[in-house]
């Protein structure tokens, strides 16, 4: 089993930053997926991240260019480092692994942007 929690939300006003973390721990493989999804109120949750083992990157056309996910493998931790934060960035985000084809995922930090 996989168990991920993420810590760092919190009320932030528009265009100011945080930084997200999700710390793994459990059965994790050398190899695997992790990055970060969100859940904005009334809507359906929707991918933002991800990072891979070897350090390659994707990211949500809305965040590209404002949001930097990372990771440290020896510590089983991926960030989220958010900045220039907009209203529309507020939500609940939850942390993703995937290995073995399987996905785990953590209980969300819930992130809200003030106008």
């Known amino acids: 089993q996989v168990q991920l929690v993420e810590s760092g939300g919190g009320l932030v006003q528009a265009g100011g930053s945080l930084r997200l973390s999700c710390a793994a721990s459990?059965?994790?493989?050398?190899?695997?997926?992790m990055g970060w999804y969100r859940q904005a109120p009334g809507k359906q949750r929707e991918f933002v991240a991800v990072i891979f083992t070897g350090g390659s990157t994707n990211y949500a056309d809305s965040v590209k260019g404002r949001f930097t996910i990372s990771r440290d493998n020896a510590k089983y931790t991926v960030y989220l480092q958010m900045n220039s934060l907009k209203p529309e960035d507020t939500g609940v985000y939850s942390c993703?692994?995937?290995?073995?084809?399987?996905?785990?995922w953590g209980k969300g930090t819930l992130v809200t942007v003030s106008s």
């Open positions: 459990g059965s994790i493989d050398s190899t695997n997926v």
């Open positions: 993703n692994l995937c290995q073995f084809g399987m996905d785990y």
